[in-house]
């Protein structure tokens, strides 16, 4: 039972550059989110999607992207990184309904030089 | 919009002493709350939720939770720390269309 699964686990970037970090859920999830967490500030939702085709912004948007072609992906992708983005990422996933669990990927590492 | 609140961002404790981390939330509608727990280096993991039956909430590894409406609160107690019990544990409110967490409290176990 894979659960969630993140790739890649650690990651570093040019600031510039472009990357895309990749999400897959087995579990027939319809809602999928991406947030990152930075010391403090606990998670902070950057985009989140209640199914296939439909995509939302969350709290920190600013320079992501996503996309929801099917139900078991939601990639987060970086068009041009920047140090400001140097942050631990979690690609999460639950039913729809409000009030069900979330689960959490094991984290993607990005560091931005 | 919903939000936590966490009181402190730093709690240490003795070996065998009560635990007590503090989560305060903002929500105009009945809300669904959560406690998670995060080991170093890895992801989320659900320690227990509240959905609007009991009050007290029992979750894993001795854990326990009120929801007190009056006091808009949601604290998390455990009777007796455990060496493995130090981690991060992050208190979150679900919406309609997504969960906003508190900014986490570290817990330190002592000898």
């Known amino acids: 039972n894979a659960g969630v699964t993140q790739t890649p686990k650690f990651q570093v970037l040019k600031t510039g550059q472009s990357m895309t970090l990749q999400c897959a859920q087995d579990?027939?999830?319809?809602?999928m989110s991406w947030y990152r967490q930075d010391p403090g500030m606990g998670l902070r939702l950057i985009h989140y999607s209640v199914g296939a085709g439909i995509t939302d912004q969350g709290e920190v948007p600013n320079g992501y992207n996503v996309s929801r072609s099917t139900t078991e992906d939601f990639p987060l992708r970086l068009l041009s990184a920047a140090p400001s983005q140097t942050s631990v990422y979690f690609c999460?996933?639950?039913?729809?309904?409000?009030?069900?669990?979330?689960?959490f990927g094991e984290g993607s590492w990005l560091t931005v030089v | 919009a919903q939000s936590v609140t966490q009181l402190g961002s730093h709690v240490s404790v003795s070996e065998g002493a009560l635990v007590l981390l503090r989560c305060n939330y903002s929500?105009?509608?009945?809300?669904?709350l959560f406690w998670y727990v995060q080991y170093p280096n890895q992801g989320l993991q659900l320690l227990l939720k509240?959905?609007?039956?009991?009050?007290l909430v029992k979750g894993i590894n001795g854990f326990e939770a009120e929801f007190k409406k009056s006091e808009t609160s949601f604290h998390l107690t455990k009777p007796s720390a455990h060496m493995s019990d130090a981690a991060e544990y992050f208190c979150?409110?679900?919406?309609?269309?997504?969960?906003?967490f508190g900014a986490g409290t570290r817990l330190t176990v002592k000898p």
């Open positions: 579990m027939n999830h319809e809602y």
């Open positions: 929500s105009s509608v009945p809300p669904y």
């Open positions: 509240y959905t609007s039956a009991a009050t």
């Open positions: 999460a996933s639950s039913p729809t309904d409000s009030g069900n669990t979330i689960y």
């Open positions: 979150a409110v679900s919406g309609d269309n997504d969960m906003r």
